[in-house]
T-cell receptor
Framework: AQSVTQPDIHITVSEGASLELRCNYS??????LFWYVQSPGQGLQLLLK??????LVQGIKGFEAEFKRSQSSFNLRKPSVHWSDAAEYFC?????????FGAGTILRVKS | DAGITQSPRHKVTETGTPVTLRCHQT?????MYWYRQDPGHGLRLIHY???????DKGEVSDGYSVSRSKTEDFLLTLESATSSQTSVYFC??????????????FGPGTRLTVL
């Protein structure tokens, strides 16, 4: 079965610092990978997605992610975090008719 | 934002009572999904629909049923609610083939508490 692992349950960064959220997947074929963000009390918003081609994917809100097949990873990055980035972040892999989600990483931003 | 609404947004009910959650879309998308979100588990698929009257089970379907009589509405029913079904429920839609590459768009969620 396909699976997604987000090793960090919580991460705290200072405002203005860089951010990297880790995501590892288990998938037999070429994966379709997604990052979603969930602000408190809200639904999930798509940040970016990877299907094929360029392994560095640009998304909304200044986020990017890099697909590394050799490491089965799809880490999310942002060069300078803003207080409004505090949220929960989910990595997911497309598996047939569904998305398989990781458990999520809660990002806290300290001023 | 995708036109997805969920009702109710919050509900408290008692064990053993039936509960129906509604998802309504204005995008005319073919595929609709119900997920539940629990701490430490991310989101898990309950059921999905690939057309009117066409539905299938996800990984956590026990205790849930669904119906889709119109393209725009997808109902999730808990026939007899249990405390283990306390969760946040999300509806999602996708426009394409329902395949692994489809982007899913999510509604605002329904917080259900079963006492």
């Amino acid at each position: 079965a396909q699976s997604v692992t987000q090793p960090d349950i919580h991460i705290t960064v200072s405002e203005g610092a860089s951010l990297e959220l880790r995501c590892n997947y288990s998938y037999g074929a070429t994966p379709y990978l997604f990052w979603y963000v969930q602000s408190p009390g809200q639904g999930l918003q798509l940040l970016l997605k990877y299907f094929s081609g360029d392994t560095l994917v640009q998304g909304i809100k200044g986020f990017e992610a890099e697909f590394k097949r050799s490491q089965s990873s799809f880490n999310l990055r942002k060069p300078s975090v803003h207080w409004s980035d505090a949220a929960e972040y989910f990595c997911a892999v497309g598996d047939g008719n569904k998305l398989v989600f990781g458990a999520g990483t809660i990002l806290r931003v300290k001023s | 934002d995708a036109g997805i609404t969920q009702s109710p947004r919050h509900k408290v009910t008692e064990t053993g009572t039936p509960v129906t959650l509604r998802c309504h879309q204005t995008e005319n998308h073919r595929y609709m999904y119900w997920y539940r979100q629990d701490p430490g588990h991310g989101l898990r698929l309950i059921h999905y629909s690939y057309g009117v009257k066409d539905t299938d089970k996800g990984e956590v379907s026990d205790g849930y049923s669904v119906s889709r009589s119109k393209t725009e509405d997808f109902l999730l029913t808990l026939e007899s609610a249990t405390s283990s079904q306390t969760s946040v429920y999300f509806c999602a839609i996708s426009e394409a083939s329902g395949g692994a590459s489809d982007t899913q768009y999510f509604g605002p969620g329904t917080r259900l508490t079963v006492l």
